[in-house]
């Protein structure tokens, strides 16, 4: 009897979402490899444990490999039965809008990732974003545009001339993505792999290292640790999903044959996070009294957007005033999955334990 692990690769092991995946592979006893741009970077301090984020008797093997070189992704996924690739370039402040190089990056970098991949590995998971998805006119407020079509998994976001209007990240995001599949569709029969594409809208939940960041909880850490005193009287719409069930459904993917040629969006509903905080507010007395509430002129959160970075993009999720938004058809992972999605509450109550759990707030 052969009860040897099947080994999954995954790309970019320091990341957020990528720390619960490898958690929900190691709790499926697959044996994991992942890759790191440095292995002396601090980010990997964790990944190194032995009993790794609390899972007794687990580790992972770090190699490195970088998305900017073809160098060592064939190293990295030797004798791999699966590949989750989830390294991409996420960028902080205007560089989500005006950085090109990350383009390159991620699209070079699938590239690269997908050659080596050919003819090693069963199945491939990739990670999307909602973000090529939610811009399909091309422009930040497509979101808000109620009475279109609803969103689904056959919509693309416009890259074509779009940089200005929906920023560098969503570009690259698309271009990565489109790519993956056209690469899918043109390899021979005997070094064919089959893919699935994950794309997530606004991920939270939990941390499960200090040394990982997150993007995405930026604004939930900075309003739950009262760094942000009020936000615009206008409500903010987010769509949102919990880090956890993307995580699963990254892991569940590999196996199911339903999954193979299939995009899935994941997507859990629109949120507003002050008014989410304060149905939490009761539950994390003292700490909640310098939570956010709606108090500011919306036209004075403009003007700061043209200062401060974290009130730019905050703004860039406004939207217009009527405060509409479009509808995302995203119920075919749980059709073909069975995936059943987290509360917000559920989902904002962890993140702010597991920032108290780490020492980021008290």
Known sequence: MNNKKERVLVTGATGYIASHVIKELLEKNYSV???VRSLKSPKCQDLKKNNIFGLKGQSIELVEANLNTNEGWSEALSQCDYLIHMASPVPKGDSYFNDTSIIDTALNGTRSVLEAASGVVKKVVMTSSSAAIMFPEGTMNDSFNYNAPPITEETWSKVEGTLKTIGAYPVSKTKAELFAWDFCKSQAEEKAFDLTTINPTVVIGPLLSSKIRALSLSFPYFAASGKIGSLPKRRIPLPYVDVR???????????NPKTNGERYILHNG???LADALQELKEEFLPLSKKWPKHNMPTFIFQLLSFFREDAKMLTSFMGPSHGKVRE????KVTDHLGLRYRTMSDSLRDTINSFKKLGMIK
Do not use: M, Q
């Not at 993307?246 to 993917?253: K, L, P, T």
């Not at 995302?328 to 119920?331: L, P």
């Open 33 to 35: 490899r992942g890759t």
């Open 245 to 255: 069930d993307v995580a699963c459904a990254h892991v569940e993917s590999l196996k």
């Open 270 to 272: 629109y949120f507003d």
């Open 328 to 331: 995302i058809i995203s119920t």
